[in-house]
């Protein structure tokens, strides 16, 4: 007799990503399609000399089973370090630390979501985030987005038709769009959850890789809804080492209202007991270590320079055959094929030549939960130095 899955399973997919990878054994092959820091960027020695102290310092701590909230000399660094941020009312019991923001989200679901419930995203949006609220039964409703995020107006409408659960946003450079949202639609958002007592779901794992340091991406929603009477009952921010420290080190949080926290580490408690003690004991030497400035500065000035080559070579390479915004920020590049000349508009097929040519990016379509635009594609700049970029997008050229 054959397995029976839980009927949870029938509508999620396996990631059009993960799948891709699979793909990319051709020696030699340019990769533009993972969502991963380059590994060249990690402050080892920093994360080495933190570690080390982890275990000289307070190694009952780093070694011993732990609270499932998280360990308290983390969660006091993270509260130090989004009062940077602007987040200057939190405490570090106002957080709970989670195994990546990926968990985060995974948390919101369990708590939030009931076969049937309906629950707003960008339309596109983290691939991931679409499969864990469809596992968890949730019927998605997208909202259009341009250059400047979230379009506000139609997110409106879209609440007041549907009535979600909650609005999942990536405000900051998403994933896959690279889209920032501006200061004036983050003021609506904050209007729209008290105005309708909707939760506002922001997911910030890319807020701190702006390329230009004159010039900062807009504060928070979190860090603003100080400004805007009742609307922090309303808000859950998740954020995350992932993309500016180490992905391996599996460290993120959650900011939330109480009552939102307290059912999250419950479940938290099911999952995993708690993120790795070792693992978080790290990470507040390295917080408290004070070397995060510098890291964030270096990420900054190099992913900046990887982008700026990137979007050069776009336009030299592929000309009007593609169209895309140039990021201010974050991992990516979200593009379209227009068609133009009789060049090839199907960006699945598109990807096809690409790695016949020797180079690899993701096509849109699996990151949008309806309504898929077929033209659509991710590329990413993190991974590859500025020679790789230059070379891969001549080959994309060749591709079309």
Not at 13 to 27: N, Y
Not at 208 to 213: A, H, S
Not at 382 to 395: L, N, R
Request: charged share 20%; net charge neutral; proline share 6%.
């Amino acid at each position: 007799m054959p397995l029976q899955f839980a009927s949870r399973l029938d509508n999620v997919e396996t990631s059009a990503i993960r799948e891709l990878f699979k793909l990319l054994g051709k020696p030699g092959i340019i990769s533009f399609a993972g969502g991963f820091p380059d590994s060249a960027m990690f402050d080892v020695a920093g994360i080495q000399e933190a570690a080390n102290k982890a275990l000289t310092e307070e190694p009952g701590g780093a070694l011993q089973y732990g609270a499932t909230e998280g360990y308290n000399p983390l969660r006091e660094q993270l509260a130090a370090f989004m009062k940077t941020k602007g987040v200057q009312d939190i405490t570090p019991e106002g957080l709970i630390v989670t195994t990546g923001s990926q968990q985060a989200l995974d948390l919101l679901g369990k708590t939030m979501i009931s076969p049937g419930d309906k629950v707003i995203v960008e339309a596109p949006t983290f691939l991931a985030t679409i499969q864990c609220f469809r596992l968890y039964g949730a019927e998605l409703i997208t909202a259009p987005i341009d250059a400047d995020g979230v379009k506000t107006d139609e997110l409106e409408k879209l609440i007041a038709q549907h009535k979600p659960k909650f609005v999942y946003l990536i405000p900051t450079f998403g994933n896959p769009s690279g889209a920032l949202l501006s200061l004036e639609r983050r003021k609506k958002v904050l209007e729209l959850a008290v105005k309708y007592q909707t939760l506002i779901v922001e997911d910030d794992p890319y807020g701190d890789l702006y390329f230009d340091p004159t010039s900062p991406p807009p504060r928070s929603i979190l860090s603003l809804s100080k400004d805007f009477p009742g609307s922090r009952d309303y808000i859950a921010h998740c954020g995350s080492m992932s993309k500016v420290l180490s992905p391996g080190l599996r460290v993120g949080w959650m900011i939330a209202p109480p009552e939102l926290l307290a059912k999250a580490t419950m479940c938290k408690q099911f999952s995993d007991a708690h993120t790795s003690t070792f693992a978080q004991a790290t990470a507040a030497q390295y917080l408290r270590a004070g070397r995060m400035p510098a890291t964030l500065a270096n990420v900054r000035k190099v992913y900046g320079e990887r982008a700026r080559v990137m979007g050069e070579s776009l336009k030299r390479d592929l000309g009007d055959a593609i169209e895309f915004t140039q990021p201010q920020g974050g991992l990516f590049f979200w593009a379209r094929l227009t068609g133009a000349g009789g060049k090839i508009k199907d960006a699945g097929e598109f990807a096809k030549r690409a790695i016949e040519q020797g180079v690899a990016f993701v096509p849109g379509a699996p990151f949008y939960a309806k309504d898929r635009d077929l033209s659509t594609l991710r590329l990413s700049f993190a991974t590859a130095d500025v020679g790789k970029i230059e070379e891969g997008v001549g080959m994309l050229g060749k591709a079309l």
